[in-house]
């Protein structure tokens, strides 16, 4: 997922200008202001578009731009059958390391450790690909150590 960009928000403030074929265009401070709004709202540049295809079924440019933009990204998203949280909460009861688990297991062939990593199967965050997935006490029991990456 990737965020949206300045720009991109500009844009789409512009394509709604345009759309609703404004006479008296917006300042520039308050574009300003919508970006800064824009951007904490942390949207997917993907869904870019889908926003703008719904923030224009509205009857009119809308009074408080960031809260009509909010409006269609829930609107899109729970169309899409998925739920917008702005920070999702993600508590994980193993404590991995944002959704990954480094461990190590001591070889006595090499007689050292060989760190590994697994997306963590307790919470499922990550969406890395090319590693395993595995629950932790799975780990443990089959002889791997947590580590902190960096020791
Ligand atoms: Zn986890």
């Known amino acids: 997922m990737e965020k949206t960009t300045d720009l991109a928000y500009r844009k789409l403030i512009k394509k709604l200008v345009?759309?609703?074929?404004?006479?008296?265009?917006?300042?520039?401070?308050?574009?300003?202001?919508?970006?800064?709004?824009?951007?904490?709202?942390?949207?997917?540049?993907?869904?870019?578009?889908?926003i703008f295809n719904h923030a224009k079924q509205a009857p009119g440019f809308p009074k408080n731009l960031p809260m009509a933009i909010r409006d269609a990204l829930q609107a899109h998203l729970s169309s899409a059958g998925r739920q917008y949280t702005r920070d999702p909460p993600i508590h994980c009861d193993v404590n991995c390391d944002a959704g990954i688990l480094f461990v190590k297991k001591y070889n006595l062939d090499h007689d050292c450790h060989y760190r590994y990593a697994f997306r963590c199967k307790h919470c499922t965050r990550s969406e890395a690909t090319g590693i395993p997935a595995a629950y932790l006490d799975q780990l443990e029991h089959d002889g791997y150590h947590p580590y902190q990456p960096g020791e």
């Open 18 to 50: 345009y759309y609703y074929n404004l006479k008296v265009l917006p300042s520039k401070y308050a574009v300003d202001m919508w970006c800064d709004e824009l951007d904490r709202m942390r949207i997917p540049s993907e869904q870019i578009e889908e």
